[in-house]
């Protein structure tokens, strides 16, 4: 349990206070965007230029990653003018990580100064109008983890990062999702990028038939093993959020058909739609100091 005056056992304020000094002594970045890349999706680091790399082992109290298509990098640099960082690889709470661990990195973003977030991830689809390739700009959650207690704001809050019952029915800014849908458009990409709901699992396992019909009875459009913690800890410390997920697969939902979800399928639909997404990830960040409040540096 969390000792008294510590909000989590795990990590402490110090903890957070010490990783971020370390990072901003070795690296004279100061970046305002930081980007989560989901499985598969690490290039969208590619991108940068005067690139800093620090591998997760070599940073303090840091995870390390341990699901393949996931690089355990943290890169900092410029993209379209604009500072940034990017997590080559996430945690995962199937990977035997609290979620104060997987979501460590996100107040270390705060102590650096980040304003702005974009999470993205692999999912599943569940709703019949969207395919495998499409690109959903997640509009709302479901936390499932949550509803059972396994929430990364559990224990004793701490002040200094956010409020006691942070609101959660904005968590996903509105201006940055209309920019997203703006740019899909220009960029010619309306026919596959749409907005939608993303539920998370627990995992490993990929869903059974029956969950997947119960998630999709409950309003979700898209499902997948992440994102949810970082996003409630990003609100939580007032950082602006976008979600971006790459569908990487349809989820069955009738007993009828015979193809069988694998990491390996969601990895190879990541490459083949990579260019895609970079893109859009790329535009965004150039263009995202056109909404209100945003840091241009
Ligand atoms: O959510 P990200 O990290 O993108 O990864 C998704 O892909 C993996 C399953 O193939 C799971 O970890 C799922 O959550
Ligand atoms: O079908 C899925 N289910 C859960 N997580 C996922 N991540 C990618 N695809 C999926």
Same mark, same amino acid.
């Given at each position: 349990?969390?000792?008294?005056?510590?909000?989590?056992?795990?990590?402490?304020?110090?903890?957070?206070k010490?990783t971020?000094?370390?990072?901003?002594?070795?690296?004279?970045h100061?970046?305002?965007?930081?980007?989560?890349?989901?499985?598969?999706?690490?290039?969208?680091?590619?991108?940068v230029?005067n690139?800093?790399?620090?591998?997760y082992?070599?940073?303090?109290?840091?995870?390390?990653?341990?699901?393949?298509?996931?690089? #355990?990098c943290?890169?900092?640099?410029?993209?379209?003018?604009?500072?940034?960082?990017?997590?080559?690889?996430?945690?995962?709470?199937?990977?035997?990580?609290?979620?104060?661990?997987?979501?460590?990195?996100?107040?270390?973003? &705060?102590?650096?100064g980040?304003?702005?977030?974009?999470?993205?991830?692999?999912?599943?689809?569940?709703?019949k109008?969207? &395919?495998?390739?499409?690109?959903?700009?997640?509009k709302?959650?479901?936390?499932?983890?949550?509803?059972?207690?396994?929430?990364p704001?559990?224990?004793? *809050?701490?002040? $200094?990062?956010?409020?006691?019952?942070?609101?959660?029915?904005?968590?996903? *800014?509105?201006?940055?999702?209309?920019?997203?849908?703006?740019?899909?458009?220009?960029l010619?990409?309306?026919?596959?990028v749409?907005?939608g709901?993303?539920?998370?699992?627990? #995992?490993p396992?990929?869903?059974?038939?029956a969950?997947?019909?119960?998630?999709?009875?409950?309003?979700?459009?898209?499902?997948?093993?992440?994102?949810?913690?970082?996003?409630?800890?990003? &609100?939580?410390?007032?950082? $602006?959020?976008?979600?971006?997920?790459?569908?990487?697969?349809?989820?069955?939902?009738?007993?009828s $058909?015979?193809?069988k979800?694998?990491h390996?399928e969601?990895?190879?639909?990541?490459?083949? $739609?990579?260019?895609?997404?970079?893109?859009?990830?790329?535009?965004?960040i150039? &263009?995202?100091?056109?909404?209100?409040?945003?840091?241009?540096?």
């Open positions: 349990m969390h000792a008294k005056g510590n909000p989590c056992s795990c990590c402490s304020f110090d903890d957070y010490c971020a000094e370390w990072l901003l002594n070795k690296t004279r100061r970046p305002k965007i930081a980007v989560i890349c989901g499985s598969g999706l690490g290039l969208l680091a590619d991108s230029s690139k800093q790399t620090f591998r082992e070599d940073i303090p109290n840091f995870p390390v990653s341990t699901v393949p298509g996931h690089e #355990g943290l890169v900092f640099g410029d993209l379209k003018e604009k500072s940034c960082v990017f997590m080559q690889s996430r945690f995962h709470l199937y990977e035997g990580y609290s979620l104060c661990k997987v979501t460590f990195p996100v107040r270390i973003f &705060k102590l650096l980040v304003e702005t977030i974009i999470v993205t991830n692999a999912s599943g689809g569940l709703c109008d969207i &395919k495998a390739g499409d690109i959903m700009i997640i709302d959650h479901i936390n499932l983890p949550g509803f059972a207690g396994q929430h704001l559990c224990g004793p *809050n701490d002040e $200094r990062f956010g409020i006691r019952f942070p609101c959660m029915s904005d968590a996903y *800014n509105k201006d940055l999702r209309k920019l997203a849908l703006d740019i899909s458009q220009q010619g990409y309306s026919d596959f749409r907005e709901v993303y539920c998370m699992v627990s #995992g396992n990929f869903e059974t038939i969950e997947a019909r119960m998630l999709h009875i409950l309003g979700s459009d898209s499902v997948g093993m992440s994102t949810i913690p970082e996003v409630t800890v990003a &609100k939580h410390c007032d950082l $602006r959020v976008l979600g971006l997920s790459l569908i990487t697969n349809k989820v069955s939902l009738d007993y $058909r015979e193809e979800v694998n390996e969601v990895l190879e639909m990541c490459k083949m $739609r990579a260019e895609m997404f970079q893109n859009l990830v790329n535009t965004i150039a &263009k995202c100091d056109q909404v209100d409040g945003i840091n241009s540096n």
